[in-house]
């Protein structure tokens, strides 16, 4: 991972460094905070596997400039170097998840990635 971006710290940093990376239309910057054989869940029905197909599909996306607005986390879970954040999308719809890892550093990268949770039809 590249040195000039700051480390996610604690799990609930990624959220923050997502939506600042995001909206600056840094690819590049998303892309830092994923493990290098990380698995992404989108598009939607699809995965999207490794760092740099991960950068590749956050350029595709950050080039219509979409604007991200933080989401509150909900708690983390926590189980050694393993974690389990989640947010509930400010329009209710479903919500997101994702598996961070520590890192030899102490710092923390995600694994997986399920930014899309729609509610069971039933």
Excluded: H
């Amino acid at each position: 991972m590249p040195e000039q971006y700051e480390k996610a710290m604690r799990p609930e940093d990624i959220t923050r460094l997502f939506v600042e990376r995001s909206n600056a239309g840094d690819a590049a910057g998303v892309a830092a905070l994923y493990e290098e054989d990380a698995v992404l869940a989108y598009p939607p029905g699809q995965r999207t596997v490794g760092r740099e197909a991960i950068r590749a599909l956050w350029e595709r996306v950050l080039a219509d400039r979409p604007r991200f607005e933080p989401e509150p986390p909900l708690p983390t879970l926590l189980c050694g170097d393993i974690a389990l954040t989640s947010t509930p999308p400010a329009d209710g719809a479903g919500a997101r998840a994702q598996v961070v890892r520590r890192q030899p550093d102490g710092s923390w990268l995600r694994v997986l990635d399920q930014p899309e949770f729609t509610p069971p039809r039933g």
